[in-house]
């Protein structure tokens, strides 16, 4: 069974950073494709950030695009989403999830959306304040 773990959440000022970890277990990093998708309160559950580890793609929404950086550490089955510059539109639960065997590219995760996925971590929360 795979599970996906989040942490380093937490409050930030408008302009600060946090980075995001996902622990992962269960999963093959091998022809994978992760994700870090967000939830704000009465909206749907949206991409952030995609990586597709066949063609070494990434995606980002226009809406953290040169802010937001995803990472992974295969060696300890980690992936990261580094967020700087943080708005309080950025507040939301953030969560991971990543498919093996993918081999699309990162584009397609973030057209698809989370229909692509079907495991999801707790999710973290994210809140920045003006």
């Known amino acids: 069974e795979v599970q996906f773990v989040e942490s380093g959440g937490g409050l930030v000022l408008s302009g600060g950073s946090l980075r995001l970890s996902c622990s992962i277990s269960g999963f093959t990093f091998d022809d994978y494709g992760i994700g870090w998708f967000r939830q704000a309160p009465g909206k749907e559950r949206e991409a952030v950030s995609c990586f597709s580890s066949v063609d070494g793609s990434t995606y980002y929404a226009d809406s953290v695009n040169g802010r937001f950086t995803i990472s992974s550490d295969v060696a300890n089955n980690t992936v990261y989403l580094q967020m700087n510059s943080l708005k309080p539109e950025d507040t939301a639960v953030y969560y991971c999830?990543?498919?093996?065997?993918?081999?699309?590219?990162?584009?397609?995760?973030?057209?698809?959306?989370?229909?692509?996925?079907?495991?999801w971590g707790q999710g973290t929360q994210v809140t920045v304040s003006s």
């Open positions: 999830t990543g498919l093996y065997p993918y081999y699309g590219n990162a584009i397609a995760c973030g057209i698809v959306g989370e229909r692509l996925f079907d495991s």
